[in-house]
């Protein structure tokens, strides 16, 4: 089992930049789909970016594509999301996560689960 940690989060103007990391253990890192999931209160949950475990496939939810990369660096056991023209309805708690495909990420099937870490857009 990998173990997650999610930080970078923060308040920031619409319009504005965040990037998001989050540390894995272990050394099995590179053998995980990684994916952001966010949540914010009264909304479901939603699968906002996935990369497969070698970074050649990637998938983005449609209300953040354009705006949002995801990458990772398997050498520092890190994935990251960088996320640029942010707008009020991005904010919600990012959640970091491990999965076997991108394909079981969109089911909801993961294997790890990371903290969170708040992101608030002010309008």
């Known amino acids: 089992q990998v173990q997650l940690v999610e930080s970078g989060g923060g308040l920031v103007q619409a319009g504005g930049s965040l990037r998001l990391s989050c540390a894995a253990s272990g050394r099995t890192f590179s053998s995980y789909t990684m994916g952001w999931f966010r949540q914010a209160p009264g909304k479901e949950r939603e699968l906002v970016a996935a990369?497969?475990?070698?970074?050649?496939?990637?998938y983005y939810a449609d209300s953040v594509k354009g705006r949002f990369t995801i990458s990772r660096d398997n050498a520092k056991n890190t994935v990251y999301l960088q996320m640029n023209s942010l707008k009020p309805e991005d904010t919600a708690v990012y959640y970091c996560?491990?999965?076997?495909?991108?394909?079981?990420?969109?089911?909801?099937?993961?294997?790890?689960w990371g903290q969170g870490t708040q992101v608030t857009v002010s309008s």
């Open positions: 996560s491990a999965g076997i495909t991108i394909a079981t990420l969109l089911k909801g099937k993961f294997g790890s």
């Open positions: 990369i497969s475990s070698s970074g050649i496939s990637t």
